[in-house]
């Protein structure tokens, strides 16, 4: 009686804290370090009627992930414009100008997340993307994997697949109109590995 008075008095309470606190730890986002060298972020965009691919290396990433719940995650990514190719040399050129990016002046183009709806495998990131110092709203679709071999549980690389289109003259780089497309789509593959 003594030893059951004091498991409902000491002990089940403090189970059931320990249990509550690991499971709001399993629970809560876990910090993601970006590999530079796994990752692509790629753009297609029609230059006189063809589609034409390019890409964008990342300047800095900052990724919070909950699995349990992916409207809890966070992602925060800034691009590097000087940096940026679209494909020819001469388009490269002229995307990195003053008409398009005027990379010189924008180095930087930047992604917040603001709210994540959906799951793992069909989320909805609605954020806010600068380019040119003009930020608009925009909604990527993603999903969120695995390693194939990775054991059930184990969460310390993920990939995540970032996809949608963007119109360009929304954020006044809107040159060569008679060559170039207005809509940009974007698809953006990020490998990263759990921080310690």
């Not at 059931?16 to 790629?42: C, H, R």
């Amino acid at each position: 009686m003594i030893i059951q008075r004091f498991y409902l008095t000491f002990l089940a309470p403090a189970l059931l804290w320990f249990v509550s606190m690991t499971l709001a730890v399993q629970a809560a986002p876990l910090s993601y370090t970006l590999d530079d060298a796994k990752s692509e972020v790629g753009f297609t965009y029609s230059l006189g009627g063809s589609a034409t691919g390019g890409m964008m290396p990342v300047e800095t990433a900052q990724l919070q992930i909950d699995v349990r719940d992916i409207r809890n995650s966070d992602i925060d990514v800034t691009l590097n414009a000087r940096r940026a190719k679209a494909g020819l040399f001469v388009a490269t050129e002229a995307m990195r100008g003053p008409q398009v990016l005027h990379a010189k002046q924008f180095p930087t183009i930047r992604f917040q997340t603001r709210k994540i709806t959906g799951d793992l495998q069909n989320a909805q990131v609605a954020g806010d993307l600068t380019i040119r110092n003009v930020t608009r709203p925009v909604t990527l679709q993603a999903r969120l994997f695995r390693k194939r071999e990775a054991d059930l549980g184990d969460l310390s690389e993920l990939e995540v697949l970032l996809t949608g289109d963007i119109d360009r003259r929304e954020f006044g780089a809107s040159g060569f109109p008679d060559l170039v497309g207005p809509v940009i789509s974007l698809r953006i593959r990020a490998r990263m590995t759990r921080s310690e």
